[in-house]
């Protein structure tokens, strides 16, 4: 009987079969990867924008908040990676002395969304307190 050397051919398919499994799967998890880090930058700028905005509408008196334009105040420059984009801001009063602001950014064409709210009560002084 005569040695024989080299893989037969199913080993070879085994061989290859497993390869493409392996090299399949890489591929896979690195799009997810890029998709989810691409969410997750997307969403940390459409957080600083809402953080900033909330700070400006925090100075604006109790008395005015109804009667505010209900668009962004801040720069919305921040959001350009999200482009298109549309920005919100609801002023809702469950109370007389309790309003609630909304600041919302809708983006991807409106299958993503970011949102904040403040709840502003009149303490009777001024916009910082």
């Known amino acids: ?7 037969t051919l199913v080993e070879v398919l085994v061989a290859i079969l497993i390869l493409t499994i392996v090299i399949t ?11 989810r880090l691409k969410q997750a930058n997307e969403t940390i700028l459409a957080y600083q924008a809402l953080s900033n905005e909330a700070e400006i509408w925090r100075r604006v008196a109790f008395a005015r908040l109804d009667d505010a334009n209900p668009a962004f105040k801040s720069d919305t420059s921040i959001l350009g990676p999200l482009a298109p984009f549309t920005t919100l801001v ?3 009063s469950p109370r007389a002395d309790v309003k609630n602001v909304t600041f919302i950014i ?6 993503r ?15 910082l307190w």
């Open 90 to 92: 609801r002023v809702d």
């Open 25 to 35: 799967t890489t591929i896979a998890m690195f799009v997810e990867r890029h998709k």
């Open 106 to 111: 809708r983006w991807n064409t409106a299958q």
């Open 113 to 127: 969304e970011a949102k904040l709210s403040i709840i502003r009560a009149d303490t009777g002084g001024s916009g």
């Open 1 to 7: 009987m005569s040695k024989s050397r080299g893989f």
